[in-house]
């Protein structure tokens, strides 16, 4: 005798039951995989606009499309800069330390977290978000988050922290030659703020 037993229509019961399962799902019914398509065009078309949008030289219409782009590329992390290189390279050197007082007089100086080698490259994420952090207009609402999260972390290492300031620290690159390759280093206070307890 066989094992499976036959339904009214002919086909084995099983064969019915998995049919029924597949079109609840939606997996085999041609609306869910269209649907499916239309999002994987969308998003590719999308994110090959901002990156053009992104890619463009500078000019009036390229400000105006950064404008709904730029929190695109954000999220996706395919914002990209390439002022290091000619014609136009940087012209400064800049970082973002956290300085914390805590309640015993002591200061704390918490710098972008980063690394060297191998986590160098887990780390670069960190390096793109203190130069977002270093612009003085662009990087505003980032601060006072920023500011919260290492208040965070020094908490969680013991401390007790009072005062949180985040600084810019910015050295003006000089062209090659005989002099210095750079100026020193010029503190400038972003953000400073009580810690609420």
């Known amino acids: 005798m066989s094992e499976e037993t036959t339904v009214r229509d002919g086909s084995p019961s099983g064969s019915a039951d998995r049919r029924r399962g597949d079109e609840r799902d939606g997996a085999a019914s041609p609306a869910g995989c269209g649907r499916r398509r239309v999002l994987v065009t969308v998003f590719l078309l999308v994110t090959l606009a901002a990156v053009f949008v992104q890619t ?16 695109y590329l954000n999220l996706t992390g395919l914002d990209q800069g390439w002022s290091i290189f000619s014609p136009d390279p940087r012209q400064q050197t800049v970082y973002v330390l956290a300085r914390l007082e805590r309640s015993d007089g002591s ?12 986590s160098a490259y887990r780390n670069y994420r960190w390096q793109k978000y203190g130069e977002s952090l270093s612009d003085p207009t662009g990087g505003r609402r980032l601060w006072r988050p920023y500011a919260a999260w290492v208040v965070d972390q020094d908490r969680l290492e013991g401390g007790d922290p009072v005062r949180v300031t985040l600084v810019r620290r910015a050295s003006d690159n000089l062209p090659p030659g005989r002099q210095p390759d750079a100026l020193p280093f010029v503190d400038q206070e972003l953000y400073t703020a009580p810690v609420a307890r």
Do not use: D, E, Y
């Open 56 to 71: 463009m030289p500078a000019s009036v219409i390229k400000s105006g499309l950064m404008v709904p782009a730029r929190p």
């Open 107 to 118: 200061v704390a100086v918490r710098p972008i977290p980063g690394g060297t080698g191998l």
